[in-house]
């Protein structure tokens, strides 16, 4: 089980991260606490931000690491995606809409090196996938095996990552290709509807989420990992509900259409508890779950030390024992299917090789 965040150091670095006045030179905090839980929750670049000059020595040294660390990063992933977004439109490929921190960055933070991201994330049509992929492997990405060992997950998946080498062993650029925003069999998201109203990045170099869709997306992402995000998404959707108008009706019909009110909830909850995230109270009553199901997902999920799980668990474990679903037919879905997948998967990689 992880530990909850102690108080005194977790304050100061949600004051921070929210931008709220912090009085420093009332009674120091314990800044190797701020700093490590600023690192874990890959907020520190923001941080670094807010405390240039405040933070005593050497601290206020390694905040400012950390700056110049995610502006370098920043201006790489800048060129990485130039490069992809200029590779995929000679292709052919269209519309692309960037998803998470590659639009979350310009959009809520102003500045794409206060959002970190681990790979570039694109959306395309179902039926882009190939040339995408041919796309992104011509200017030197080769697809990375995420179902090592299991042929038949890998081509079921909805999502494929692809790598290329910048800096042989050291630096590597990730794509990750996805055609729908979250497994299918768990979030029927409607592809069509989603790309019809992405708009404009405002550099006009993609196209993002409309907002309806991307506030419900935050959600299914973390759902579909089980929470295994960490205070940096929950930070994404802070931002997000307080700088843009949230159709909140509209928000609710969407989650429930995709199959996604109780992540959404759990989503909205967490970001309460944490940051103090102001969502109107009968939004909160459309989405929740029975009380049950409530009180036995917040007995797994929230805001810790090392993320947002109360338990150290494995994903096929938590998943099972904790299912961020909307109902008992939709949580056997997924597990049939799963289970159809891992013996198609021992089928495939047992079978005699044909000569």
């Known amino acids: 089980m992880h530990a909850h965040v102690d108080s005194r150091a977790w304050a100061t670095l949600v004051d921070l991260v929210m931008e709220r006045s912090v009085d420093l030179q009332q009674g ?3 800044w190797d606490r701020v700093f490590q839980l600023a690192r874990r929750g890959r907020v520190d670049a923001l941080v670094a931000r807010r405390v240039q000059g405040t933070a005593p020595e050497p601290w206020r040294r390694r905040f400012a690491d950390a700056l110049r660390r995610a502006s370098f990063q920043s201006v790489w992933q800048a060129r990485v995606q130039r490069e992809v977004l200029e590779g995929l439109k000679a292709a052919g490929v269209g519309p692309i809409v960037l998803l998470k921190g590659a639009a979350l960055g310009p959009l809520l933070y102003g500045d794409a090196s206060l959002r970190p991201m681990n ?37 079921a998946s909805p999502d494929w990552l692809l790598g290329r080498a ?52 935050l959600a299914i992402h973390l759902a579909k990992e089980q929470m295994g995000g960490t205070l940096k998404h929950l930070v994404d959707v802070h931002r997000f ?93 997924s597990i049939a299917r799963y289970g159809r997948l891992r013996l198609q998967d021992l089928w495939l990689s047992h079978r005699p090789a044909v000569r």
């Open 28 to 30: 120091d905090p314990d």
């Open 119 to 155: 790979d570039l994330d694109v959306l395309v049509a179902p039926s882009q996938r190939p040339p995408a992929m041919a796309a992104l492997t011509a200017i030197g990405f080769t697809p990375v095996a995420t179902h090592p060992g299991r042929p038949a997950s890998y081509a």
């Open 166 to 217: 910048e800096v042989p062993g050291r630096v590597n650029a990730a794509v990750e290709l996805h055609a729908t925003l979250g497994p299918p069999w768990r979030f029927p998201v409607d592809v069509a509807g989603v790309l019809a109203r992405a708009v404009p990045m405002p550099d006009g170099s993609a196209l993002r989420l409309g907002d309806t869709d991307l506030l419900v997306h």
């Open 241 to 333: 509900i307080t700088q843009r108008a949230v159709a909140w009706d509209a928000v609710v019909d969407r989650a429930r259409a995709w199959g996604a009110r109780t992540a959404l909830w759990l989503t909205l909850s967490l970001c309460q508890d944490a940051l103090m995230t102001a969502v109107p109270e009968g939004v909160l009553g459309q989405l929740r779950p029975s009380p049950l199901v409530a009180t036995w997902l917040k007995t797994a999920f929230g805001v810790t030390d090392h993320g947002l799980r109360r338990l150290d668990l494995p994903m096929r474990w938590s998943q099972l024992l904790f299912p961020i679903a909307d109902s008992p037919r939709a949580l056997s879905a």
